[in-house]
């Protein structure tokens, strides 16, 4: 089975800054990497596809990058809309899906 | 407007049963491979289930395996989610998602595009 974690499990960050989670899978997953955002009480929203590819209607501050094992979700300017929680998916051992524990983004 | 809405959660003793449903619109469900997410209290996502647009391939978590089945009617623009001998650990939020692909259908770009807003199943005594 393949693993995925992220690191850090949690940051605190301010308005405006730039702030980059890693995800880490097992083994090679080529660049079938998803990264979703999720606020308190509400269902998660995918941000990026297939490593670097942006979800239409995705504000262009996020981005992806990575392939292989090692990713990266970046926000360029940190939003106030912005303070959530971040989950990494890969869809390598597509249709059996895992997803990373958890970046948590709060408010510094 | 794309819209999946769970229903059939609710509170349940542990060894029981529940049936959720998502019901589907804004979109030719027929079309699409959809999944079953779930989320513990304070925890993360962990994937629970997948079925094919046909509803002819089906795979399960293995926390879940043998005691949970998934299926969907297509006439009626819905997923369900069957779950027998319910534990504690059960206890979470349940989300519909919808599959999209990237590349090629026969490739591995997968995302969940679309999801429900949640249905909480509770087991306890």
């Known amino acids: 089975d393949i693993q995925m974690t992220q690191s850090p499990s949690s940051l605190s960050a301010s308005v405006g800054d730039r702030v980059t989670i890693t995800c880490r899978a097992s083994?090679?997953?080529?660049?079938?990497l998803n990264w979703y955002q999720q606020k308190p009480g509400k269902a998660p929203k995918l941000l990026i596809y297939?490593?670097?590819s942006l979800q239409s209607g995705v504000p262009s501050r996020f981005s992806g990058s990575g392939s292989g094992t090692d990713f990266t979700l970046t926000i360029s300017s940190l939003q106030p809309e912005d303070f959530a929680t971040y989950y990494c998916?890969?869809?390598?051992?597509?249709?059996?899906?895992?997803f990373g524990p958890g970046t948590k983004v709060d408010i510094k | 407007e794309v819209q999946l809405v769970e229903s059939g959660g609710g509170l349940v003793q542990p060894g029981g049963s529940l049936r959720l449903s998502c019901a589907a619109s804004?979109?030719?469900?027929?079309?699409?491979?959809m999944n079953w997410v779930r989320q513990a209290p304070g925890k993360g996502l962990e994937w629970v289930s997948y079925?094919?647009?046909?509803?002819?391939?089906?795979y399960y978590a293995d926390s879940v395996k043998g005691r949970f089945t998934i299926s969907r009617d297509n006439a009626k623009n819905s997923l369900y989610l069957q779950m027998n001998s319910l534990r504690a650990e059960d206890t979470a939020v349940y989300y519909c998602?919808?599959?999209?692909?990237?590349?090629?259908?026969?490739?591995?770009?997968?995302?969940?595009?679309?999801w429900g807003q949640g249905t909480l199943v509770t087991v306890s005594s």
């Open positions: 998602a919808r599959t999209e692909y990237s590349g090629s259908y026969y490739g591995r770009g997968r995302y969940f595009d679309y």
């Open positions: 804004g979109f030719t469900f027929s079309s699409y491979e």
């Open positions: 079925i094919s647009s046909s509803g002819s391939t089906i």
């Open positions: 083994q090679s997953i080529s660049s079938y």
């Open positions: 297939a490593a670097s």
């Open positions: 998916q890969q869809s390598y051992s597509t249709p059996i899906y895992t």
